[in-house]
T-cell receptor
Framework: DAGVTQSPTHLIKTRGQQVTLRCSPKSGHDTVSWYQQALGQGPQFIFQYYEEEERQRGNFPDRFSGHQFPNYSSELNVNALLLGDSALYLC???????????FGPGTRLTVL | AQSVTQLGSHVSVSEGALVLLRCNYSSSVPPYLFWYVQYPNQGLQLLLKYTSAATLVKGINGFEAEFKKSETSFHLTKPSAHMSDAAEYFCAVSKDQGGSEKLVFGKGTKLTVNP
């Protein structure tokens, strides 16, 4: 079992650009959640996808959007990047209500 | 609303000493509580979780935590620290024991283990 995988591992962008991060859930999982972890902080919930729909959303602006595909993989898109968007972006997968969330290794985004 | 406060952003112990990492929670509904560990440049790994079945929860790597409702606490302990325990530890609260609800994390406690 490959577990939760994320790509790319690292990414450098400049202010105003757009970025797409990708996540493949653990085998058998149908729910994907995204978290942002700024340096020295705990992860903060961005949103959760289930059955290709956004099921819950945290306190993040509309610049943050996502998508879930029929194979349960997911993308996180961030438009009009700001310096403050620099963070580790974590993806977590689960089966709705059945077990805990399993986290991937994250994508480190640096905005210059 | 739910929240978690971790007391002490940095904790330093000697190898073989007791590890105690503190976590207090706030929740308007019965909480489900979690401890995660994060090693450098890695994602989060679940150490243990409280799901109301038992107040003393045993996890991986010799860690355990006790849920105390009267103190709204869920402190993490390990009797004897090992060098490999050096990492950052996060306490989290949720409305659900599974993957249905978001996790609300504390700011983390970085554990240093001295030889």
């Amino acid at each position: 079992d490959a577990g939760v995988t994320q790509s790319p591992t690292h990414l450098i962008k400049t202010r105003g650009q757009q970025v797409t991060l990708r996540c493949s859930p653990k085998s058998g999982h149908d729910t994907v959640s995204w978290y942002q972890q700024a340096l020295g902080q705990g992860p903060q919930f961005i949103f959760q996808y289930y059955e290709e729909e956004e099921r819950q959303r945290g306190n993040f602006p509309d610049r943050f959007s996502g998508h879930q595909f029929p194979n349960y993989s997911s993308e996180l898109n961030v438009n009009a990047l700001l310096l403050g968007d620099s963070a580790l972006y974590l993806c977590a997968s689960s089966s709705l209500g059945l077990n805990e969330q399993f986290f991937g290794p994250g994508t480190r985004l640096t905005v210059l | 609303a739910q929240s978690v406060t971790q007391l002490g952003s940095h904790v330093s112990v000697s190898e073989g000493a007791l590890v105690l990492l503190r976590c207090n929670y706030s929740s308007s509904v019965p909480p489900y509580l979690f401890w995660y560990v994060q090693y450098p440049n890695q994602g989060l790994q679940l150490l243990l979780k409280y799901t109301s079945a038992a107040t003393l929860v045993k996890g991986i790597n010799g860690f355990e935590a006790e849920f105390k409702k009267s103190e709204t606490s869920f402190h993490l302990t390990k009797p004897s620290a090992h060098m490999s325990d050096a990492a950052e530890y996060f306490c989290a609260v949720s409305k659900d024991q599974g993957g249905s609800e978001k996790l609300v994390f504390g700011k983390g406690t970085k554990l240093t283990v001295n030889p």
